[in-house]
């Protein structure tokens, strides 16, 4: 089957590899339907070592259950699932705390434990944890706009959505969004579904933005740094936003959180932070008894909740895809997204 293999910086190739097979009974098999690029993806993209055996990427997934293990019980043959970006077994101490990314049984894909999903088929452990069934949807059939919702809940959307549940936002309060991306997007929209008032949106990429007042931006703000900050302060009286979702992962980002963030208020990231150290003093998080939160979202937490949601026409998550290609122009799709050509590119093996 064709897979996606990451060389070294810039070096993406699609590759020949053996289909999956069952290595565990706790083990599922899965063809793919849709799979697409996240973000996150491009951080390899930039910085990967040169490497002669190659990483395997992609780590979100519809499909089709194609066999599933011994042990497996809640999925049978035929079923159409939605797969979160880590798997997880749904039952210890960690999973029934919400914290399924902590699972002690949990991995990621697209390392020595699970291949990744930029593929023709996958191997999904600890399936009954790690696939969730669509009902009543019939992946031949469906829309592409329904498939691509679904899709986004295998991490963009749900991304966004667990920096808005971890900041607790409050009904009526001043959200600030760092990030035009499909994250920080996607973060609008979970944003206004918790409740938020005034939502600030920072970026500066007008196709991008415009889909971000669709889903309930009140305000953008384009200009960055110390620029960006004073802008954000005009926009709330000088106080700040009550909540800052950073989608973005890079020191630039942080520290424009910390300048908008209001006394007593919370700063949620959910961009893969890029540095190891950042300030928490007196300037940044101290004097303004500001929190931080966030991390690695438990899809899994969510998930049955954001199918319900997307099947009922509530969200629409999916409109963060704007351009579909086949395994073969994965390589393309890379190069697109990282020139910002592209602001999140789908994957149909069958095209
Ligand atoms: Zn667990």
Redesign the pocket.
């Given at each position: 089957m064709k897979a996606t293999y990451m060389y070294g910086a810039g070096d993406v190739r699609i590759v020949d590899v053996p289909k999956p097979v069952i290595q565990q009974p706790t083990d599922a098999i899965v063809r793919t339907v849709r799979a697409c690029v996240c973000g996150s993806d491009l951080h390899p993209y930039h910085s990967l070592p040169a490497m002669e055996q190659g990483l395997s990427m992609g780590h979100e997934l519809i499909a089709v259950v194609e066999e599933v293990g011994a042990d497996v019980k809640t999925l049978k043959k035929g079923d159409f699932v939605v797969v979160p970006f880590a798997f997880?077994?749904?039952?210890?101490?960690?999973?029934?705390e919400g914290m399924?990314t902590?699972?002690?049984?949990?991995g990621w894909y697209g390392t020595p434990q699970a291949d990744g999903l930029q593929a023709e088929y996958a191997r999904i452990p600890?399936a009954d944890?790690s696939a969730v069934a669509v009902p009543g949807v019939d992946p031949e059939t469906a829309s592409e706009d329904l498939l691509k919702s679904l899709l986004a809940l295998s991490d963009v959307y749900l991304t966004g959505f667990h920096a808005a549940y971890m900041a607790k936002i409050e009904a009526g309060q001043t959200v600030a969004v760092v990030g035009d991306g499909a994250v920080g997007l996607s973060a609008v929209l979970a944003a206004k579904q918790l409740g938020a008032g005034k939502v600030i949106l920072m970026g500066r990429h007008e196709d991008r933005t415009d889909l971000g007042r669709e889903w309930g931006a009140t305000d953008v703000v384009a200009e960055r740094g110390a620029e960006g900050v004073t802008k954000v302060m005009e926009l709330t009286n000088g106080e700040g936003a009550h909540v800052v979702l950073e989608a973005v992962g890079h020191m630039p980002a942080y520290e424009q959180s910390y300048g908008i963030v209001r006394p007593g208020g919370v700063i949620s990231r959910v961009g893969v932070p890029q540095y190891e150290e950042a300030p928490i003093g007196f300037g940044s998080l101290f004097g303004k008894n500001a929190r931080l939160a966030g991390g690695p979202a438990p899809v899994r937490a969510y998930l049955e909740d954001a199918i319900q949601q997307v099947l009922d026409g509530t969200i629409d998550p999916g409109k963060v895809f704007d351009r579909v290609v086949g395994l073969s122009e994965v390589p393309a799709a890379y190069a697109a997204m990282d020139a910002r050509e592209s602001l999140k590119v789908m994957v149909d093996p069958a095209l």
């Amino acid at each position: 089957m064709k897979a996606t293999y990451m060389y070294g910086a810039g070096d993406v190739r699609i590759v020949d590899v053996p289909k999956p097979v069952i290595q565990q009974p706790t083990d599922a098999i899965v063809r793919t339907v849709r799979a697409c690029v996240c973000g996150s993806d491009l951080h390899p993209y930039h910085s990967l070592p040169a490497m002669e055996q190659g990483l395997s990427m992609g780590h979100e997934l519809i499909a089709v259950v194609e066999e599933v293990g011994a042990d497996v019980k809640t999925l049978k043959k035929g079923d159409f699932v939605v797969v979160p970006f880590a798997f997880q077994d749904n039952t210890c101490v960690f999973c029934q705390e919400g914290m399924q990314t902590a699972c002690v049984h949990g991995g990621w894909y697209g390392t020595p434990q699970a291949d990744g999903l930029q593929a023709e088929y996958a191997r999904i452990p600890q399936a009954d944890g790690s696939a969730v069934a669509v009902p009543g949807v019939d992946p031949e059939t469906a829309s592409e706009d329904l498939l691509k919702s679904l899709l986004a809940l295998s991490d963009v959307y749900l991304t966004g959505f667990h920096a808005a549940y971890m900041a607790k936002i409050e009904a009526g309060q001043t959200v600030a969004v760092v990030g035009d991306g499909a994250v920080g997007l996607s973060a609008v929209l979970a944003a206004k579904q918790l409740g938020a008032g005034k939502v600030i949106l920072m970026g500066r990429h007008e196709d991008r933005t415009d889909l971000g007042r669709e889903w309930g931006a009140t305000d953008v703000v384009a200009e960055r740094g110390a620029e960006g900050v004073t802008k954000v302060m005009e926009l709330t009286n000088g106080e700040g936003a009550h909540v800052v979702l950073e989608a973005v992962g890079h020191m630039p980002a942080y520290e424009q959180s910390y300048g908008i963030v209001r006394p007593g208020g919370v700063i949620s990231r959910v961009g893969v932070p890029q540095y190891e150290e950042a300030p928490i003093g007196f300037g940044s998080l101290f004097g303004k008894n500001a929190r931080l939160a966030g991390g690695p979202a438990p899809v899994r937490a969510y998930l049955e909740d954001a199918i319900q949601q997307v099947l009922d026409g509530t969200i629409d998550p999916g409109k963060v895809f704007d351009r579909v290609v086949g395994l073969s122009e994965v390589p393309a799709a890379y190069a697109a997204m990282d020139a910002r050509e592209s602001l999140k590119v789908m994957v149909d093996p069958a095209l």
